[in-house]
């Protein structure tokens, strides 16, 4: 067989490229691949580190059954014509770090990540993770300039998986069977829904008495600390990239899926000019439509708190950064 037999046939798969290749990148660039979704494209900014996850990922590709390619690079021209850039480049709190020192860190690390990922993915949709996450979705948004239906952030899948997970261990059901639902910023203000938090239909209020939602809605605001405890280094990457890896696959397969990400409100939920997690509706464009469940005042009071908090942190980033 002649070197030709092998043409290609000018067809192109999806493409995703993730930013940042740490836990919760690469676990995202396993998923992808292993759900068939899209090829994936790793980039990060330490020489060598993309370049072997996606070595080490491609050589497992012949026993998971997939044959997505999977590449790693520090160059962002390698992540040309992307469909999805996911942005996960970030660092952790080290001791003695205040969070506005984070935010500070993180907002320059994003804002270069999304400035240099546009200019060869004009037409991409971005999903936001790195922390503090509905900040930097707002940065990110800015520095692309894209329409605000094309960028969002992930954090209330994740919040609503934990919770759904703490529902199932409580009450001894299937997981499966569980749907939740969180809003707000992602962060101690948190906002969970327990009226709309289900098993197979039925409302959890049904089936557990008060003090059991709180603790199990506090367990969820507590939720990524409580891995981190555990862990010592490091924060959570498996519940985080599965979360991630749901949107892409909503974008990727247009589903249409109703699920909590941190999207860009104009009046809705009676708040403008911010990133906070509200219900949406997620397709092949990006944000379909956002939802607005009726809440009641005290709900309403705990997003207008949960938003007040990340406006400041809003501006705070943008005083500090030119994007
Ligand atoms: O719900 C959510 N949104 C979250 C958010 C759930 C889990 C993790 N969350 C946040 O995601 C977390 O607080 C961090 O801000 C990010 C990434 O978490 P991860 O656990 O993956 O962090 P790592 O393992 O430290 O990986 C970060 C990688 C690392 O390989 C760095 O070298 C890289 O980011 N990095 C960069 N890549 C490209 N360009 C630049 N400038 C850069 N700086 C760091």
Redesign the pocket.
């Known amino acids: 067989m002649n070197e030709s037999s092998f043409s290609p046939i000018g067809c192109k798969s999806p493409l995703v490229s993730v930013?940042?290749?740490?836990?919760?990148?690469r676990t995202l660039a396993q998923r992808i691949a292993e759900h068939n979704l899209a090829d994936v494209c790793l980039?990060?900014?330490?020489e060598g580190?993309p370049q072997g996850i996606a070595l080490d990922l491609t050589e497992a590709g012949g026993l998971e059954l997939h044959n997505r390619k999977i590449s790693g690079t520090n160059d962002y021209a390698d992540t040309a014509d992307s469909d999805i850039i996911v942005i996960?480049?970030?660092?952790?709190r080290k001791p003695g770090m205040s969070r506005e020192d984070l935010l500070k860190t993180?907002a320059k690390?994003v804002v270069?990540?999304a400035k240099k990922s546009i200019v060869h993915s004009p037409n991409a949709i971005f999903i936001v993770?790195?922390?503090p996450?509905d900040v930097m979705t707002y940065l990110v948004w800015k520095a692309t300039g894209l329409a605000h239906t094309r960028v969002f952030?992930?954090?209330g899948v994740?919040d609503s998986a934990r919770l759904q997970a703490f529902i199932a261990m409580e009450l001894g059901v299937s997981i499966t069977d569980v749907s939740a639902m969180v809003l707000g910023g992602?962060g101690d203000l948190m906002l969970p829904l327990p009226r709309y938090c289900t098993v197979s239909g039925v409302p959890i209020t049904e089936l557990m008495e008060p003090a059991t939602i709180e603790r199990l809605t506090q367990r969820t605001r507590d939720g990524?600390a409580e891995i981190v405890k555990l862990l010592k280094t490091?924060?959570?990457?498996y519940a985080?990239a599965s979360?991630a890896c749901f949107m892409v696959e909503s974008v990727l397969l247009n589903q249409s899926r109703l699920l909590p990400a941190a999207v860009y409100l104009q009046g809705e939920y009676g708040l403008n000019d911010i990133y906070l997690g509200v219900p949406c509706r997620l397709g092949c464009r990006g944000v379909e439509g956002i939802l607005e469940l009726p809440l009641t005042d005290e709900e309403k009071e705990a997003l207008q708190v949960s938003a007040t908090s990340v406006r400041e942190n809003i501006e705070l980033a943008i005083a500090n950064i030119d994007i």
Do not use: K
């Open positions: 930013i940042g290749a740490g836990n919760v990148g980039l990060d900014i330490v580190l996960t480049a970030g660092i952790a993180n690390i270069e990540a993770i790195t922390n996450l952030g992930m954090a994740l992602h990524g490091g924060s959570a990457y985080p979360s």
